[in-house]
């Protein structure tokens, strides 16, 4: 059974970076039948997806976060990671990583998602 | 980018009774035949957890009292006897096109 968990610090400062880390258990960042997502929400709001990562180097992102955002597979560590620059107050959110299962003719939907981290910018 | 409009945003239910929920996006998710419009529930204190993808399919260990509708803007997500595990807040996601995008989220209670 596939599991993931999010690590990373939970407090970042104003024009920092945030950055986190999903550690896959039970399964290997190398398929290439899956994607590596971050979706996130802010307190109290609804869900924004952030982008995704193939193992293979395809990636898309969310145009609004404009170019801050950095998904990366790490398979000699089978984790998958977020980098997000420049962070300000609205970036404050949990952060869940997510697991896809899809290609460009098949589609399974994010079957399996981490607990989520909460990241919070402020000085 | 595509947007995705639920309705109702509030859905008050009694356990037993059925219940629906409407997602309609801003252009068709039909690709191939298929719908690309998949279903979450978030349980409180829980992370989302997958319901319906394609539209109609169920994920894995979803009861069947749980079932997805619709083709091209309008989809229905039913149950067709709320339990008291029902209970959260429900999200469309539309996965034909990047960037994805939720819908604002029903929540459901007793």
């Known amino acids: 059974q596939v599991q993931l968990q999010e690590s990373g610090p939970g407090l970042v400062k104003p024009s920092g970076t945030l950055s986190l880390s999903c550690t896959v258990s039970?399964?290997?960042?190398?398929?290439?039948?899956?994607?590596w997502s971050w979706v996130r929400q802010p307190p109290g709001k609804g869900l924004e997806w952030v982008g995704y990562?193939?193992?293979?180097?395809?990636?898309s992102y969310n145009p609004s976060l404009k170019s801050r955002v950095t998904i990366s597979v790490h398979p000699s560590k089978n984790q998958f990671s977020l980098k997000l620059n420049s962070v300000t107050a609205a970036d404050t959110a949990v952060y869940y990583c997510?697991?896809?299962?899809?290609?460009?003719?098949?589609?399974?939907?994010?079957?399996?998602w981490g607990r989520g981290t909460t990241v919070i910018v402020s000085s | 980018d595509i947007v995705m409009t639920q309705s109702p945003l509030s859905l008050p239910v009694t356990p037993g009774e059925p219940a629906s929920i409407s997602c309609r996006s801003s252009?068709?998710?039909?690709?191939?035949?298929?719908?690309?419009l998949d279903w979450f529930l978030q349980k409180p204190g829980q992370s989302p957890q997958l319901l319906i993808y394609?539209?109609?399919n169920r994920a894995s260990g979803v009861p069947d009292r749980i079932s997805g509708s619709g083709s091209g803007t309008d989809f229905t997500l039913r149950i067709s006897r709320v339990e008291a595990e029902d209970i959260g807040v429900y999200y469309c996601?539309?996965?034909?096109?990047?960037?994805?995008?939720f819908g604002q989220g029903t929540k459901l209670e007793i």
């Open positions: 997510a697991r896809g299962h899809g290609g460009f003719y098949y589609h399974y939907g994010m079957d399996v």
């Open positions: 039970g399964g290997s960042v190398s398929s290439g039948s899956y994607y």
């Open positions: 990562m193939y193992y293979s180097g395809r990636s």
């Open positions: 252009q068709s998710l039909q690709n191939n035949g298929y719908n690309y």
């Open positions: 394609l539209g109609s």
């Open positions: 996601m539309q996965a034909l096109q990047t960037p994805y995008s």
